[in-house]
């Protein structure tokens, strides 16, 4: 236990905290029209070292800040190794990073990772990031009157106002858009994919079923791996990761929001990931799947307007040559098949020009922008 200026730290290390770190944000946001509840049961997945693969490499630490005996903020510090390993750089990761709007409990909560960070050899804290580069990541600091999406953390605007005084600074922005789906395919697009295709010999895998989809399940991951590597902070997923990946997501998704680009060889030359959005059905599910939020569920993936896209990845040596083209011809008709106006493209970083251009072809906005926040020690 630590006490700074009256505000009380205390580790978790029991499940009923645990129980109190998960509920802390439904209390804090409460009655925020724009705050995505996740699922409960997902973040006890996620914070359990028995279920989650990441904490095979990962030390990792959860603090809850107490006032008067209550709650008031929390904070989670992780020490991922096969990063340092592979970005030679000692840096503690700060997540899951609530608090309220007084600047003794950010102080406290942040002191208390960067010493313990220090206390571990470390040089720098960063975040908020999580295990890996598909939990959520990046303090929302523009956007904060926008639905938020089960991918991506809310906060509120006062967050980043306090890092700022307590030293720390801007190591990367992700910025995000909202996409118009067109119509129909634009000419340009279907031109380009048209000519790709023949140049590449690739062609979109069609599915009647998830079942068609469980073959290619494992290579998925793998692309997605090769794709991101260069990415800032991505570590590689380790099998164990990927099949926990694979168990979890890859049966929700409705197979026809999928789209897989075979090469002549039957491999995954990319593949794009898109959902209905989940974001409504989320906030009346209150994180709870039962007794009723599987079904706002289920009717928000059967009937919705809008898209959020997920993972869109090439195999390195086929990007920069058009086959992102296939890949949205073959989604932008799945959107329009099923009467999807518009789409979030999730979190980009903003150094990412190549992507973010892909968007002048669409009537869209930047609405969204995030930050990983670095402090040196």
Request: hydrophobic share 40%; charged share 30%.
């Amino acid at each position: 236990m630590l006490v700074v200026m009256d505000i009380i730290i205390k580790e978790v290390k029991k499940k009923k905290d645990l129980k109190k770190f998960i509920s802390f944000p439904y209390k804090l946001y409460k009655g925020s029209k724009y705050w995505i509840p996740p699922l409960i049961n997902d973040e006890f997945n996620i914070l359990d070292k028995e279920k989650n693969p990441a904490f095979d490499f990962c030390d990792v630490k959860l603090w809850l800040a107490y006032e008067n005996e209550e709650v008031v903020g929390r904070i989670a510090g992780i020490i991922n190794y096969r990063y340092i390993e592979k970005w030679k750089n000692k840096y503690a990761r700060f997540g899951w990073i609530d608090f309220i709007d007084n600047e003794k409990v950010s102080k406290a909560l942040l002191e208390t990772v960067e010493k313990w960070a220090k206390e571990n050899g470390m040089e720098a804290v960063h975040g908020p990031l999580g295990f890996t580069d598909l939990d959520p990541e990046g303090m929302l600091i523009e956007g904060f009157e926008e639905l938020g999406t089960i991918a991506t953390i809310y906060n509120y605007p006062y967050y980043s106002k306090h890092l700022k005084k307590l030293g720390y600074e801007k190591d990367v922005d992700w910025v995000e858009f909202e996409v118009k789906v067109p119509e129909k395919v634009p000419e340009k697009i279907e031109r380009i994919a048209n000519i790709v295709g023949k140049k590449y010999k690739l062609t979109a895998l069609k599915t009647k079923s998830s079942k068609d989809l469980k073959p290619y399940a494992k290579e998925i991951f793998k692309v997605l791996n090769n794709a991101f590597e260069p990415l800032y902070g991505v570590v590689p997923l380790t099998e164990k990761q990927i099949e926990k990946y694979i168990a979890h997501y890859m049966g929700i998704i409705p197979h026809k929001f999928i789209s897989l680009i075979l090469d002549e060889s039957g491999k995954i030359a990319a593949f794009g990931i898109t959902m209905p959005s989940l974001s409504k059905a989320f906030q009346k599910a209150k994180g709870r799947l039962f007794p009723f939020g599987f079904l706002h569920i289920l009717k928000a993936l059967k009937h919705n307007n809008l898209v959020d896209m997920y993972l869109v990845a090439v195999r390195p040596e086929l990007q920069g040559k058009g086959v992102n083209s296939i890949l949205f011809k073959e989604l932008i008709q799945t959107c329009i098949d099923n009467k999807i106006e518009k789409a979030e493209t999730n979190i980009e970083l903003e150094s990412n020009t190549k992507v973010q251009a892909q968007w002048k072809l669409f009537e869209h906005r930047q609405h969204k922008r995030r930050r990983c926040f670095i402090k040196y020690l």
